[in-house]
């Protein structure tokens, strides 16, 4: 049958093709971002009960009430945002689908939507699907005088139109690992107040920043949380990737929306799991320990990497890191990426990968990302194989 794809340019995601390779080739996967150990056993023990106590059927719509409550309590707790459980919070397969339904209801033919690049590899094809133009606006690269990624919000502010309806954020960042500061809220702020845009802000690693810092959620600011849709995941927070459980809050007229798509997209979200992660989410312990666990990690990577050829970047949030290799090789970082898998044994994601155009020498800076979410033998033995390159 002949057709015209609606997604000509869309392949296979990254990580699933670097995960495969890895599989392939019996490497140590620091490519794809999900831990390498299990979650909790309470949680599981949790889950094991909801089951067995009968909540095995359809889940209200917008997602288990408790559940709505846990985060609305969490989220007024941590960054001083009251969002109204019954009306405000919606529970979505994964943020993956909390980012689409949020596209999806707001962004219409011919509207603009700001990405920043480098940029997690959902948001484009789903701005595409609906009709709508990605407007890209990169980030500064690293220099010697401030050797971080950073967002330049002139240039955000720049790109704005008549025709802009939304502006997409992540941070604490993928690929990059850099959090907002409270200057950068600063700045968001007064682009809102000017602009009136809508936010669409993916904070799956919310939990995850170090070094005593505190995510700058959009939420903290009253007239952000007023045009912002917040994305969060539980994957990442509960070490249950494949759970595929995650959330958004908004206000009351974006919810409703959001909900039109979302219970047309799943309807709902598996019963056992939520009602589990309600009673999980009592215990503030397991997601405020969390920046302390990974920093050890990371810092375990950090460490390892500086006896190597590898310069690792510094990581604020996140679980990931990048290092530079030019003092291995020069080639692009796809084949690069390849190699390291195939050759030495250590699955990685090549950063060209988070930019439109991969293979362009722009999008080419010898970088390569490291998923530090691994048991601490894991992380040992891949620096072991690292150092020997
Ligand atoms: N946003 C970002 C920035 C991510 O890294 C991921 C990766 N998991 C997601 C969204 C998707 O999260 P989920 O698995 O909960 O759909
Ligand atoms: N977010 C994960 C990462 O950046 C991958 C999720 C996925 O495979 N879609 O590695």
Redesign the pocket.
């Known amino acids: 049958m002949k057709f015209e794809s609606k997604l000509p340019n869309v392949g296979t995601t990254i990580?699933t093709i670097m995960s495969q390779l890895a599989t392939d080739h019996k490497a140590i996967n620091l490519g794809q971002?999900?831990p390498d150990f299990s979650p909790d056993d309470v949680l599981l023990d949790l889950v094991t009960k909801a089951m067995k106590d009968g909540h095995n059927q359809y889940p209200p719509m917008a997602g288990v009430p408790a559940l709505r409550q846990q985060i609305s309590l969490k989220v007024q707790e941590l960054y001083g945002h009251k969002y109204d459980p019954n009306t405000e919070i919606t529970v979505t397969?994964?943020?993956?689908?909390?980012?689409m339904a949020g596209i999806l209801a707001f962004v219409k033919t011919g509207d603009e939507v700001i990405v920043i690049e480098p940029f997690?590899d959902?948001y484009i094809p789903v701005i595409e699907l609906v009709g709508g133009k990605p407007v890209i606006v990169p980030m500064q690269a690293p220099t010697s005088e401030t050797p971080r990624y950073q967002v330049d919000w002139q240039r955000i502010r720049d790109a704005i139109t008549a025709k802009t309806r939304m502006l997409i954020l992540?941070f604490p960042?993928?690929p990059t690992g850099i959090n907002l500061t409270e200057e950068d809220l600063d700045s968001l702020e007064s682009i809102v107040q000017d602009t009136g845009i809508l936010l669409l802000s993916?904070e799956?690693?919310e939990h995850l920043v170090y070094d005593g810092q505190a995510h700058q959620s959009v939420a903290r600011r009253p007239l952000l949380a007023d045009h912002s849709i917040v994305?969060s995941?539980?994957?990442?927070t509960y070490s249950a990737?494949g759970w595929?459980?995650?959330y958004c809050c908004a206000p009351a007229a974006i919810s409703a929306e959001i909900r039109k798509v979302h219970q047309f997209n799943v309807f709902t979200v598996n019963s056992p799991m939520q009602v589990a992660l309600a009673s999980y989410m009592e215990n503030k312990d397991a997601y405020l320990r969390l920046p302390a666990f990974y920093q050890q990690k990371r810092d375990r990577l950090l460490n390892g990497l500086a006896k190597s050829k590898f310069i690792p970047m510094h990581s604020e949030g996140?679980f990931f890191l990048m290092a530079d290799y030019s003092q291995i090789s020069s080639l692009p970082e796809a084949e690069f990426s390849r190699w390291l898998t195939t050759e030495k044994g250590i699955g990685v994601i090549p950063v060209s990968a988070f930019y439109k155009q991969p293979d362009a020498p722009e999008s080419n800076h010898n970088l390569i990302r490291f998923c530090f979410a691994k048991r601490d033998e894991t992380l040992d033995t891949a620096i072991e194989k690292l150092a020997a390159i």
């Open positions: 990580f971002g999900f397969s994964g943020a993956s689908e909390a980012l997690y959902l992540n960042h993928n993916d799956v690693y994305v995941s539980f994957g990442k990737t595929k459980i995650g996140t």
